[in-house]
């Protein structure tokens, strides 16, 4: 496996954040005088073609297995391919992909002409948007994410607040029609969509620090931790990391994919502050 390419850094008083060209994967985000905010695997692989467990990848132009089911890679191919760097100074940086990027077999999958251009913002909030314009002559259907991996330091302690009554689909059991009721508490493996876009707080006593979640062009927050016994089968995990993580994500998934007219936009923004407990 070929080794990926030194991240660019962005970093000015306020935060500093690593962003692979590969996928424009943030993988790192410390504000000043703060932590890390991002978790990022100590087993996590850098290398092309593999996505890096951590940090926020992008997946695009489906979700998962996509809502079919059937789809092929994982989350799609755009967090395992280079994205093109367009602009960076210390605050923000501008990536592109477009359908000429994609590998030939991703093309014929995905036969669409598009332009997704991902905007990372960094300073005292993470602030990542995708922008993705139909640039064919068809309506196009997409799903996606930013499947941001936060960091926590017991996540059998952490309340994930924001989402009390809103209905979601529980990937683990495959029920459909589940509400919420209060805050979520991890208490084994999770893996669920829920119908809204927040906003979304984790409340982490152990850290001392709440992390603030708030989301534009998004349907779905998407909740996983993987808990004990799938962590140890995921390769670039360690064993014990299942507890210092949680992911948080902003989706338009399952039901909830988007059609793109020709010649349209459409933009998925998620953004990331750290708050007092
Ligand atoms: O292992 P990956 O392909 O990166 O996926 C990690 C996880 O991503 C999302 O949260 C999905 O809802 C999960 O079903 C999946 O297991």
């Known amino acids: 496996m070929t080794a990926l390419q030194q991240p660019l850094t962005l970093a000015n008083v306020q935060g500093t954040a690593t962003v692979y060209e590969q996928g424009a994967h943030v993988a790192s985000w ?35 297995p996509g809502r079919s089911g059937d789809r092929s890679p994982a989350h799609g191919y755009a967090r395992t ?3 093109r760097p367009v602009s960076a100074t210390d605050e923000e940086a501008v990536f592109r992909l477009t359908e000429a990027d994609l ?4 093309r014929a999958e995905f036969p669409h002409e598009f332009s997704c251009e991902y905007t990372v913002t960094v300073g005292a909030a993470l602030e990542m948007k995708l922008a993705t314009t139909n640039t064919g002559g068809e309506p196009m259907e997409i799903e996606e994410a930013l499947h941001a991996y936060l960091a926590v330091g017991d996540v059998r ?15 683990v059991t495959g029920k459909t029609d589940m509400k919420q009721s209060g ?20 409340v982490d006593p152990l850290l001392g620090r709440t992390l603030r979640i708030t989301t534009s062009g998004a349907a779905d927050t998407v909740v996983w931790n993987p808990w004990e016994d799938n962590a140890r089968a995921i390769g670039d995990f360690a064993d014990d ?10 989706a338009n998934a399952l039901d909830d994919y988007v059609t793109i007219a020709p010649g349209e936009t459409h933009e998925i923004v998620y953004r990331l502050e750290v708050g007092s407990i």
């Open 30 to 64: 410390t504000p000043a005088q703060q932590d890390p905010v991002l978790f990022l695997s100590r087993k996590a692989v850098f290398a092309e073609g593999k996505a890096i467990r951590g940090g926020v990848p992008i997946c695009f132009p489906w979700f998962g």
């Open 81 to 83: 391919i280079p994205w």
């Open 103 to 106: 590998p030939e077999q991703a």
């Open 157 to 171: 302690q952490a309340g994930v607040q924001g989402l009390d009554g809103v209905s979601y689909v529980d990937k």
């Open 183 to 202: 805050e979520i508490v991890i208490s084994g493996e999770t893996d669920r969509v829920y119908r809204s876009g927040g906003p979304v707080s984790v």
């Open 241 to 250: 990391e299942w507890t210092a993580m949680i992911c948080v994500e902003a």
